[in-house]
T-cell receptor, first 115, second 114 residues
């Protein structure tokens, strides 16, 4: 079955440690996205990538980094510079670049808790 | 910039009641509009979408009509079920050159009681 996988579902880290969240898709989509969701709030865009080896900052990129070495993979690193990293992180993908009518499909999410 | 405003929640209804969740937006040009649903502990699922004015999106008994004159995309369902309990997000995608970026509303928590 085609879809987006995120791992792990739950992640615990000590303050000051970097942590990398995995996102893989087998939908052959060009574009991929990372969002952050906090309780009672909507989703905020962290980074997005329209093509391999290229990515752009979203609205809240500070303290995060990404890479896009393969079309199917878009890992997100939460660095120690992120002041409040505890949140639910969602990865998404869409088929086309730069088309507003395109639908984004979401993974199941990773809940990160920093102790 | 683009923005989406949803009615404040939470919303609590009895089974078979009529549902309306209001959504209004601010955007330049002609955005596409979406409703996503999120069940507890899960990612978002697309519920329906509309890509031009006067389009009606529909799915699983839910409907929403793209009203450009009132910049609205209200979600409706004639008879809700307990299984509809979830968080509903309104979102828009603008006509930008840098990808199909989504701007989300804050979400509306719906609880349906038997």
């Amino acid at each position: 079955d085609g879809g987006i996988t995120q791992s792990p579902k739950y992640l615990f880290r000590k303050e000051g440690q970097n942590v990398t969240l995995s996102c893989e898709q087998n939908l052959n989509h060009d574009a991929m996205y990372w969002y952050r969701q906090d309780p009672g709030q909507g989703l905020r865009l962290i980074y997005y990538s329209q093509i391999v080896n290229d990515f752009q900052k979203g609205d809240i990129a500070e303290g995060y980094s990404v890479s896009r070495e393969k079309k199917e993979s878009f890992p997100l690193t939460v660095t120690s510079a992120q002041k409040n990293p505890t949140a639910f992180y969602l990865c998404a993908s869409s088929a086309d670049r730069g088309i507003s009518t395109d639908t984004q499909y979401f993974g199941p999410g990773t809940r990160l808790t920093v102790l | 910039g683009n923005s989406v405003t949803q009615m404040e929640g939470p919303v609590t209804l009895s089974e078979e009641a009529f549902l309306t969740i209001n959504c209004t937006y601010t955007a330049t040009g002609y955005p596409s509009l979406f409703w996503y649903v999120q069940y507890p502990g899960e990612g978002l699922q697309l519920l329906l979408k509309a890509t031009k004015a006067d389009d009606k999106g529909s799915n699983k008994g839910f409907e929403a009509t793209y009203r450009k004159e009132t910049t609205s995309f209200h979600l409706e369902k004639g008879s809700v079920q307990v299984s509809d309990s979830a968080v509903y997000f309104c979102a828009l995608s603008g006509q930008e050159t840098s990808g199909s970026r989504l701007t989300f509303g804050e979400g509306t928590q719906l609880t349906v009681n038997p």
